[in-house]
């Protein structure tokens, strides 16, 4: 079984794409105490980091019996880089990919797995594969959007994917066989040029085009309201109270005019008019809505863990 340590592991979306590619999770590292309730609920048998500060070679080999791992993951924090945020990237304190890189350095897996906001690929991408590099892995970086794999929004995020031919060989695996297409030395220091976007390609099966110098994608907040739908419904519309002795409001029942009409309409929330099945005693509502937010859309890291499965057997 292909072995996989989960960092910055949020609610689980990468672990939950290894396993389903046939990865078996070993590990896992989460700092929040929410998600942290989920994983212990969906992988209550393996062990756990808080602090990815203490996660070394020497504890992992103390909880799991284990040197090293096929695969070591990681959704490091995205806040340095995001464009809902200040973007103060290394001065930023949650910027933590140098304990990723620490942990990378410590355990010597065959591949690793980096995924990001697509901020990040004018920032410190170029940091990232440098650090990986010159630990002797090949790498090779790629813009997944989520309407790629069929989900109905776009979500872009940036895969890194690092493999290291020298753990190969040390593994008594085949050598000289190169798989992630460019080495170290090989790689352009144009700042981009081997990003791949794989919009439009499709997924799995597709092929990403390089990006080079190409316009960056659309930002989450930086659209058009163009496809937003319109929740302004009749007779809300430009609604005005009735000014005659029939206005009445009967506690949940309202009336307005618009124009010559008058309608009768229920007032769910008098600050969200137009807008039904707003969610209301939902437990942990705030913490599950910022799992959502900071979690991957596991589908798109799938076909990565499952073209490595594919290479390792």
């Not at 992630?180 to 220091?189: A, F, L, Q, Y």
């Not at 390089?210 to 960056?216: F, I, N, T, V």
Request: include cysteine; charge should be neutral; proline fraction near 6%.
């Amino acid at each position: 079984m292909l072995s996989h340590l989960s960092l910055f592991s949020g609610i689980g979306g990468l672990d939950l794409a290894a396993e389903r590619a046939g990865f078996q999770t070993v590990g896992q590292c989460e700092w929040a105490d929410y998600p942290t309730k989920v994983l212990e609920k969906h992988w209550p048998d393996v062990p756990r980091w808080k602090d990815i500060r203490s996660l070394t070679g020497d504890s992992f080999y103390e909880r799991t019996g284990l040197r090293t791992v096929d695969v070591v993951s990681g959704g490091f924090p995205c806040q340095p880089f995001s464009v809902a945020g200040k973007r103060r990237g290394k001065e930023d304190d949650r910027y933590l990919w140098p304990e990723m890189a620490r942990i990378v350095k410590e355990l010597r897996p065959t591949w690793v797995i980096g995924e990001n906001v697509a901020g990040i690929i004018n920032m410190e991408l170029e940091t990232v594969l440098f650090d990986l590099e010159t630990e002797g892995y090949a790498t090779r970086t790629f813009l997944i959007p989520a309407c790629g794999v069929g989900a109905p929004h776009r979500r872009y995020r940036t895969a890194i994917v690092a493999y290291s031919e020298s753990v190969r060989c040390g593994r008594n695996r085949k050598e000289g066989k190169q798989i992630c297409g460019m080495r170290p030395k090989e790689r352009k220091s144009e700042r981009g040029s081997d990003v791949c976007n794989t919009a439009g390609a499709g997924l799995p099966n597709g092929t990403g085009r390089p990006m080079g110098r190409q316009k960056e994608p659309e930002s989450e907040f930086e659209r058009s309201d163009s496809n937003v739908s319109d929740t302004n419904r009749s007779p809300v519309v430009r609604r005005q109270p009735c000014s005659t002795d029939t206005e009445q409001d009967t506690g949940k029942w309202s009336y307005y005019r618009t124009g010559e009409e008058k309608h009768e309409i229920w007032e769910w929330w008098s600050t969200e008019p137009g807008v039904g099945r707003v969610a209301h005693g939902v437990p942990n509502r705030v913490d599950r809505l910022k799992c959502l937010g900071n979690a991957v859309v596991w589908q798109q890291f799938y076909p990565v863990f499952l073209a490595i499965a594919q290479i390792e057997r």
